[in-house]
């Protein structure tokens, strides 16, 4: 669903039926945070999800704020169920899941071709 930020997440819900504005993020739901809209503006969830699909990385959100004077952030770790380990870099994932081949197969070259 389309977040206030105009971004894509699976963890963003909103219920406008029949004049109904119901809006939540599930992930900070899920983790017992508070959610305000202007969280979804710099939320990193949205950009992880667009370029690591990886159904076994799990988010653990937090809200952070860098001064006092600032409003809260979403930080974001993430841990691979699947091979019970911390992420480090989410947008890549852990590297076991979905193993990239390492090499590439090349054609040969038939570039004699006559006219």
């Given at each position: 669903?389309?977040?206030?930020?105009?971004?894509?997440?699976?963890?963003f819900?909103?219920?406008?039926?029949r004049?109904r504005?119901?809006?939540?993020c599930?992930l900070l739901?899920?983790?017992?945070?508070?959610?305000?809209?202007r969280?979804c503006?710099?939320?990193p969830?949205?950009?992880?999800?667009l370029?690591?699909?990886?159904?076994?990385?799990?988010?653990?959100?937090?809200l952070?704020?860098?001064?006092l004077?600032?409003?809260?952030r979403?930080?974001?770790?993430?841990?691979?169920?699947k091979c019970?380990?911390a992420?480090?870099?989410?947008r890549i994932?852990?590297?076991?899941?979905?193993?990239?081949?390492?090499?590439?197969a090349?054609a040969?070259?038939d570039s004699?071709?006559?006219?």
């Amino acid at each position: 669903m389309r977040t206030p930020a105009g971004k894509e997440c699976r963890y963003f819900y909103g219920d406008y039926f029949r004049g109904r504005n119901n809006e939540e993020c599930r992930l900070l739901k899920d983790a017992g945070l508070d959610w305000q809209p202007r969280h979804c503006q710099a939320c990193p969830v949205p950009d992880i999800l667009l370029a690591n699909a990886c159904e076994n990385l799990r988010f653990n959100p937090k809200l952070t704020r860098p001064l006092l004077v600032l409003p809260s952030r979403v930080n974001i770790s993430a841990d691979c169920v699947k091979c019970a380990c911390a992420v480090a870099e989410p947008r890549i994932g852990c590297g076991q899941c979905h193993s990239l081949p390492f090499t590439f197969a090349v054609a040969p070259d038939d570039s004699d071709t006559s006219i």
